[in-house]
Each structure stands twice: as structure tokens, then as C-alpha cells.
């Protein structure tokens, strides 16, 4: 049996993965206000529509990516150096998440809104071109993975949408200026196609 020698670098992950679904959550609240009345206080609860919207835009967002996160260390014995730079920058975009998803929700139906997605889109971006990275840096050294024949089709399928998921979320960034509206929703369309690449395999979870 092969022995994997990742469990400090599994365990540092999930610990920033889970600090980041948490602080997307955080801000999301009404301060107490003078005058308040039942009817209002919908109303106020109503208006922060925008937040809930990205909040579960963003948390599904991070929990596909930690799932495809968690099938990738699976396929590796240990961890090189350089991998555990690249595994650093994507945990590095990650826990930053919380501020391009704060900043669209708070300027959705302002006259920011369009530099705001642009933001979110574009950051989103970052994240999966990070995750892009690491997956190429982990195959271009072969002994670091348990099996390379079972492992190297897989990492091929993954970094073949890791590359189409870059691209669309460059073109969401660029429609944003023309149609935050519609960049917005290609974001939140991308919940799907993430699903299908990330599950879209035999690999065991366990």
C-alpha cells in the first residue's frame, strides 16, 4: 500500500476553505434602527436581496472548489515544494473571496454595479486559473502521484474545464460593463458546469 504523506497540507486547506465560507456569511445582518416596525424591518430584509444572492453564488462557488480540491490531493502521495506554493496562491484567492462578493452585493442596482461584477467575475476568474495552475504544476511531475495511470486523465479532463471555466469568466468580466446583469448570471450558470466537472469522475472521496 503506498503511503500518502498529505495530511498537514489536507488539514491547512480545510481549515482556510472553512474560514473562508465563514466569512462570507458574516457581514450579511441589519443593525438595529430607530422606528423599527415589523412592516420595515421586511422591507429591509427584502432590500438585502443582493447579498443573499451573492453570498450563495460565492459559498456554492467555494464548495465546488473545495470539493475538486479535496479529489486532487487524493490523487497525489506528497506534496513538492513547489506545489505547495501553488496550493498557497489558490488558498490565498480563496480566503479573499469574502471581498469581491461584499462589494457586488452592495453595489448591485447602483450606478457602480458594472465595475462591482466585473470585480467578482474577474476575481472568480483568478480563483479557477490558481486552481489551473495547480493542477499543472502537480502533472508535471509524475511521482508525486499514487497512480499516474489512473491519475494523468483525470487531471487532463479537469484542467480542460479549469481552461474553459477561465475563458468564460474572462468574458463575463468584459460583458459586465456592457450587462452586469447578464455577467452575473454566467457566473451563477457556471454552478452547473462546475458540478459536471467535479463530479463528472469515478474517483473515490474517501
Do not use: C
Not at 476553505?17 to 416596525?37: D, H, R
Not at 490565498?92 to 462578493?101: E, G, H, Q
Amino acid at each position: 500500500m503506498i503511503e500518502r504523506k498529505t495530511a498537514r497540507l489536507e488539514a491547512f486547506s480545510d481549515g482556510i476553505f472553512s474560514v473562508a465560507i465563514t466569512l462570507l456569511a458574516i457581514e450579511i445582518g441589519i443593525s438595529e434602527y430607530n422606528g423599527a416596525t415589523n412592516l420595515n424591518l421586511w422591507h429591509r430584509i427584502l432590500e438585502k436581496w443582493p447579498e443573499y444572492f451573492t453570498y450563495f453564488n460565492s459559498f456554492a462557488t467555494v464548495l465546488l472548489i473545495w470539493i475538486g480540491h479535496h479529489k486532487i490531493i487524493n490523487q497525489i502521495r506528497a506534496a513538492s515544494q513547489w506545489v505547495l506554493l501553488l496550493n498557497g496562491m489558490v488558498l490565498l484567492f480563496v480566503v479573499l473571496f469574502p471581498f469581491p462578493t461584499k462589494t457586488v452585493g452592495a453595489f448591485i442596482g447602483t450606478n457602480a454595479v458594472n465595475t462591482a461584477v466585473a470585480f467578482y467575475a474577474g476575481y472568480t476568474g483568478l480563483i479557477v486559473l490558481s486552481m489551473l495552475l495547480l493542477n499543472v504544476g502537480i502533472v508535471s511531475n509524475t511521482k508525486l502521484l499514487v497512480s499516474a495511470e489512473r491519475s494523468l486523465p483525470w487531471f487532463r479532463k479537469m484542467i480542460k474545464g479549469q481552461l474553459i471555466g477561465v475563458t468564460v469568466y474572462a468574458i463575463a468580466t468584459l460583458i459586465s460593463f456592457y450587462s452586469p446583469t447578464v455577467a452575473l448570471l454566467m457566473t451563477f450558470a457556471m454552478w452547473v458546469f462546475w458540478a459536471i466537472v467535479t463530479f463528472d469522475t469515478d474517483e473515490d472521496l474517501l
